[in-house]
């Protein structure tokens, strides 16, 4: 409604001062408790889905290669390569925390080319004949050298953390395991063996884990963090975007108000239901989307350099992810009014964040985050973009689930959007009541007749005499 005329403020009568307000507690307490339960949900949210992955690690997928082909010792076969493997199977602090799959060295490549395992373990098909040999055994056939290693090929195209948590699991159980194994080992040894310190030592600890880098990522690829950080900049573009294109829009029909500096500027409001104005912001990031993307590659790729050989996929897959985030984003302030903002925040961003599986393996967070993630818009994102950048942008590296499942929550805003704009209208919930509007456009008339100026929107600066103001219900 229209403001009361104050009397000049150049003398301070009848202004209030900041101290009378302060004692109005409502209108200082309500930020502040808003404020305070915003902040502590996204502590919760963030800080609890990282603070300990080693404590929520289960199912961690490595893949196990055995290809050792024992030997034949004294009418007896030993197989210490089989050894290994049951052992880490059986071993309570590798099976609670990491999915152990075996494989051939073909099929776990396969695996980890399609995005499916943080790492593979390589049993030498010579582990055998190298203990037997340091234990002074000779088998037949070609001598190897005396090394007992086992590799470890780490994915980190997958993310470095998920590949040090499996290390982390790996290493001791390797460390546990090869004191069983020498004691398995111990009496193929020979009289001169036991005699010498430094051979009987290598028969009681065989067993040594040695790492490499499986597929090594290009330069310019943030160390595997490149796919996050599209994913994140796509998701927050949608965000940003939303919440400019809706108070800029709400500004151009004279629902809100703008104000620059000292500029305070009132459209005349237009008559426009909920529903074709919120169609109206879609059809607007409809366009925004491609070119906020675009913009987000453009200096990522161009400017700085960042890897990325499928250049105009990722382009359309970020497009169609902060499509589907301004659409989100857009529903909700539709929905909820300004709080839709906080929860489009707390919901397509924070909570998105915590569960994207980014940082912290997905394997590794809490229960409820691990549930949420699989709808999430983030880790879908994320998917999608792993595949483009590192994973050749194959369909079965996540590329295909990516694109179904933004598509579906894009058609899902839309229609919780829809739903909530239509049963506005239907119930003649006016964002400004008609009697309201009338009054608003008359004050607004006036103001261009006192000014002079037909074009005058009610636009006042400092100091000046105040236009018509108008409060939406």
């Known amino acids: 409604m229209a403001s009361t005329p104050r009397e000049d403020p150049q003398d ?26 915003f902040i502590a949900l996204v502590a919760v949210i963030y800080i609890g889905s990282v603070v300990n992955p080693t404590g929520h690690l289960h199912g961690l997928p490595v ?22 493997a049951r052992a880490l199977e059986h071993t309570a602090a590798v099976s609670s925390r990491l999915e152990l799959k075996p494989a051939t060295l073909a099929q776990a490549e396969r695996e980890m080319n399609r995005a499916g395992a943080y790492a593979t373990l390589v049993i030498p098909a010579t582990l055998t004949r190298s203990a037997l040999l340091i234990a002074g055994r000779e088998t037949p056939g070609a001598a190897p050298p005396p090394e007992t290693v086992v590799k470890l090929e780490e994915n980190q195209r997958l993310g470095s953390l998920g590949v040090s948590l499996a290390a982390g699991v790996i290493a001791p159980a390797i460390a546990k395991i090869s004191p069983s194994v020498g004691r398995q080992l111990s009496p193929y040894a020979t009289p001169a063996t036991r005699r010498n310190s430094v051979l009987s030592a290598r028969v009681a600890d065989p067993i040594a884990l040695s790492t490499a ?17 599209i994913a994140l900049l796509s998701i927050l573009a949608g965000f940003i975007g939303a919440t400019l294109i809706n108070s800029s829009i709400d500004q151009a029909l004279g629902y809100a108000s703008s104000e620059l500096g000292p500029r305070w500027k009132q459209n005349r409001p237009l008559a426009i239901n909920r529903r074709q104005t919120l169609i109206l912001k879609w059809v607007t990031v409809l366009l925004a989307a491609p070119a906020l993307a675009g913009v987000l590659l453009l200096v990522a790729v161009a400017a700085l350099g960042m890897y990325a050989p499928h250049v105009l996929l990722l382009w359309l897959l970020c497009s169609l992810a902060a499509l589907m985030i301004a659409t989100g984003t857009l529903a909700l302030l539709a929905a909820f009014g300004s709080i839709g903002q906080l929860l489009a925040m707390l919901l397509l961003v924070y909570l998105s964040l915590a569960s994207s599986g980014g940082t912290v393996p997905i394997q590794a967070l809490p229960g409820v985050f691990k549930v949420v993630g699989h709808v999430e818009p983030l880790r879908q994102v994320l998917t999608g973009t792993r595949a483009i950048l590192y994973f050749g942008a194959k369909g079965d590296a996540g590329l295909t689930r990516s694109l179904i499942v933004i598509g579906a929550e894009l058609v899902f805003w839309a229609l919780v959007g829809l739903g909530f704009a239509s049963w506005y209208d239907r119930r003649k919930l006016d964002r400004i ?12 008339d006036q103001r261009r007749g006192d000014t002079g100026d037909p074009g005058d929107t009610g636009e006042t600066q400092a100091g000046a005499e105040g236009g018509a103001q108008a409060s939406e219900p």
């Open 12 to 37: 301070g009568s009848g202004t209030l001062s900041a101290g009378e307000l302060l004692r109005r507690r409502k209108i200082w307490i309500v930020p502040l408790a808003v404020s305070a339960v």
């Open 63 to 84: 893949m196990v290669v055995d290809e050792d082909t024992g030997a034949s010792v004294a009418g007896r076969e030993l197989n210490v390569g089989a050894s290994v």
């Open 213 to 229: 880098s499986y597929r090594p990522l290009p330069g310019h690829s943030a160390v595997g963090l490149s796919a996050f950080y």
């Open 433 to 444: 009541a008609p009697e309201l509007l009338e009054y608003i456009g008359g004050a607004i």
